[in-house]
């Protein structure tokens, strides 16, 4: 039997786009739902939304065998933030604020095994649903992806060491945080902006790695995918839920609830 690969890696290296959902709510169904869509990723948000590790870990058992991988964002770049999602099951970790050579060489270091890495070894539920054979360690260290996002203008510095880190496959650009870090609070069209994203792209191109950056529609992948990008983070379940709204209602004339009509929920 061949051994497994993850066909988001795969993708990657083909040249070809890898398109992620971002999955906000701790709606195992949602999750699973969304696996048969189309999207080759399930990006789990657990920076900015309540989603736990058990709900985590059962979202990776009920997209088991699906043709959506499951990676999940961690609240913090460190060492065992990625090994409480990577012993879920997971096949990607996304790290937030990697803004040096340290925190880039952390990443790397916390998605591999010793003696590349600093992994332990306690990945007993992984091993269980892990959808290669053989050994889990053998294939855990060549087909998770490590995606380290940049997002603080004081990345820019250190940027070339970054890119160059063994065993980093995808730069992300947050383009929001990085505008704000850069003092425009969400004014992504900003010359220094734009700089700042050629900056990141050219030295993910520079030392072999993907890059990637949010898109909200195919029109801005097509657009983004021109300039080298790659990877990308698209709408979240609850975006997904509001474009299928739109799409049919407003046929009828129908609008959704005012700013002040919102519930309070």
């Avoid at 600093?118 to 992806?145: F, M, N």
């Avoid at 474009?243 to 005012?258: F, H, N, S």
């Amino acid at each position: 039997m061949e051994p497994w690969k993850s066909p988001v890696r795969a993708r990657l290296q083909a040249g070809e786009p890898v398109v992620a959902l971002t999955i906000t709510t701790p709606d195992v169904e949602a999750a699973a739902y969304a696996s048969r869509l189309g999207f080759h990723l399930l990006w789990v948000e657990m920076e900015h939304s309540p989603i736990t590790l058990e709900t985590l870990r059962l979202m990776v058992l009920a997209t088991r065998g699906r043709p959506a991988q499951v990676f999940a964002r961690v609240p913090v770049n460190d060492l065992w933030t990625a090994k409480r999602v990577l012993d879920q099951g997971v096949s990607g970790v996304i790290f937030p604020f990697t803004s040096n050579e340290a925190k880039a060489a952390q990443a790397a270091a916390a998605t591999h095994y010793p003696p590349v890495g600093k992994r332990g070894s306690g990945a007993g539920l992984t091993t269980l649903t892990w959808p290669g054979s053989g050994s889990y360690y053998d294939s855990a260290d060549t087909e998770i992806v490590t995606v380290c996002v940049v997002e603080e203008a004081c990345a820019l510095e250190q940027i070339d060491e970054i890119a160059a880190t063994p065993g980093i496959d995808v730069l992300f650009i947050g383009t929001s945080d990085l505008s704000f870090s850069l003092g425009l609070r969400g004014q992504q069209g900003a010359p220094e902006h734009k700089a700042a994203i050629a900056k990141i792209r050219d030295a993910a191109h520079r030392h072999g790695k993907a890059v990637g950056r949010p898109a909200a529609t195919a029109a801005q992948m097509a657009e983004y995918r021109k300039e080298g990008f790659l990877f990308f983070q698209t709408v979240t379940n609850l975006g997904l839920m509001a474009a299928g709204a739109r799409g049919i209602l407003e046929p009828l004339g129908i609008q959704p609830a005012k700013e002040d009509e919102r519930a309070l929920y």
